[in-house]
């Protein structure tokens, strides 16, 4: 098993966690958030923390709350994402590097806590933007194919596109799907920020979106789902990660390309085991599955667990 956290963002620090709470710094702005993992007693004092932080996540419910602003900052700020370009990256008739490895976010206080972007999913980009890379310089060493040839990429459970741009920027032809609209179009600005473009944008429930893929025999040469706890689709569609991931994993599975092909489960919810991963995508990754925790590493020394993931590539 292994254990990865996220190690080229300048723009993004977990500054402290525990007692619940993590104190983030997004850019310039600091943030506290509830953080149900975080379990144990925190590094820094209440007063540290309290002079620090821009703002605070209150709770009102179990879904929704407000923040509290303690120093002046907007509703709205951007952040950037670097990536790491591992190896030679294809050219084109003009030699010059088709891609563009730098993502940038625009962010929100939202009224469910979140951001809009999950930090610890750096990792994730990078094995996405490096492995289509790889992908296509492979298909161009064999002589196959032309240089205009887009490895196929679906993002599932898709939020602000934070994998699709990294696929984008790599150079794939990609399919994101998430069922909110509002969130779709926030992707879409995520996109613009980010100098890329003809992404496809599918408003949907995402087991649906499989099921019909699977009947029209469409294949992707990667694919990510980062499914939810729970969840609704845009016809309320009910989404329970226990009850309905076996069912998408077996739609998923059939979607990929035979010859070259990647994937990534990755899940974020209380006591989902990394075995349950590996027991979901064995059969399928045979002997190259990758199984393990995300975290990220505190600036005052705690490790904050924040999903367990699976992947596995073959070409």
Not at 299 to 312: A, I, M, N, Q, T
Request: aromatic fraction near 10%; glycine fraction near 8%.
């Amino acid at each position: 098993m292994q254990l990865l956290t996220p190690d080229n963002w300048s723009d993004y620090e977990l500054l402290d966690c525990g007692e619940f709470e993590k104190l983030e710094r997004f850019g310039q702005y600091i943030v506290v958030r509830p953080e149900p993992q975080a379990v144990w007693d925190k590094n820094l004092s209440d007063k540290e923390w309290e002079r620090m932080a821009h703002v605070r996540f209150v709770p009102k419910s179990s879904s929704a709350g407000e923040w509290k602003k303690f120093k002046q900052m907007p509703d709205r700020w951007g952040i950037s994402y670097r990536l790491s370009v591992v190896g030679k990256q294809p050219e084109t008739n003009n030699q010059q590097p088709t891609t563009n490895n730098v993502l940038n976010f625009r962010l929100a206080l939202t009224s469910f806590k979140h951001v809009g972007i999950f930090p610890e999913q750096g990792v994730n980009w990078e094995y996405i933007y490096n492995t289509i890379i790889t992908m296509k310089n492979n298909t161009l060493s064999e002589g196959e194919g032309r240089r205009e040839d887009k490895p196929r990429f679906l993002n599932l459970f898709a939020y602000t596109g934070g994998a699709s741009l990294a696929a984008k920027a790599a150079g794939a032809d990609v399919t994101h799907v998430d069922s909110i609209k509002q969130v779709v179009t926030w992707a879409r600005e995520n996109m613009e920020l980010s100098r890329l473009d003809n992404i496809r944008w599918v408003v949907e429930d995402a087991l649906k979106f499989v099921k019909r893929e699977e009947k029209r025999g469409n294949k992707y040469n990667g694919i990510i789902l980062d499914p939810p706890a729970y969840g609704h689709g845009p016809a309320g569609e009910k989404w329970k990660l226990e009850d309905n991931i076996n069912e998408m994993i077996k739609g998923v599975l059939n979607l990929l390309d035979e010859k070259q092909h990647f994937l990534i489960l990755n899940a974020y919810s209380l006591g989902f085991s990394s075995m349950i991963i590996e027991n979901l995508l064995k059969e399928k990754a045979k002997h190259n599955l990758q199984t393990g925790e995300l975290y990220l590493q505190a600036d005052s020394g705690h490790k904050l667990p924040l999903g367990v993931f699976g992947r596995f590539k073959n070409f």
